[in-house]
């Protein structure tokens, strides 16, 4: 078992950084992956980024490449999503996830299913 705890979200203007922290309970020896989705309201949540622990393989939603990163320290079992350039679409919840499944492809990585553990999210409003 895994608890995910997320951080860093909060109200922005339009252009604006944020960056997102999600630490992990345990050291991550065991998870494959970790990543971030996102959920608006009304919206079913979806992919924004995640990485392999090696950072062998990283996958990103296209509408936020080039302006999101993600990083992880496996030393203090933390990631990171720094988001810049914000924009009102990127209002959500941001959810931290990860999971000890093999993400092969980028089609398994974008699905919410094949993520075993979930924080319970972090607002970031972005205003116009």
């Known amino acids: 078992q895994v608890l995910l705890e997320e951080s860093g979200g909060g109200l922005v203007q339009a252009g604006d950084s944020l960056r997102l922290s999600c630490a992990a309970s345990?050291?991550?020896?065991?998870?494959?992956?970790m990543g971030w989705f996102r959920q608006a309201p009304g919206k079913e949540r979806e992919f924004v980024v995640a990485?392999?622990?090696?950072?062998?393989?990283?996958w990103y939603e296209d509408s936020v490449k080039g302006r999101f990163t993600i990083s992880t320290d496996n030393a203090n079992n933390t990631m990171y999503l720094q988001m810049d350039k914000l924009k009102p679409e990127d209002t959500a919840v941001y959810y931290c996830?990860?999971?000890?499944?093999?993400?092969?492809?980028?089609?398994?990585?974008?699905?919410?299913?094949?993520?075993?553990?979930w924080g319970q999210g972090t607002q970031v409003t972005v205003s116009s």
């Open positions: 345990r050291p991550t020896l065991g998870i494959y992956a």
């Open positions: 996830a990860a999971t000890s499944i093999i993400l092969r492809t980028a089609m398994v990585a974008f699905n919410p299913r094949k993520y075993e553990y």
């Open positions: 990485a392999s622990r090696t950072r062998a393989s990283t």
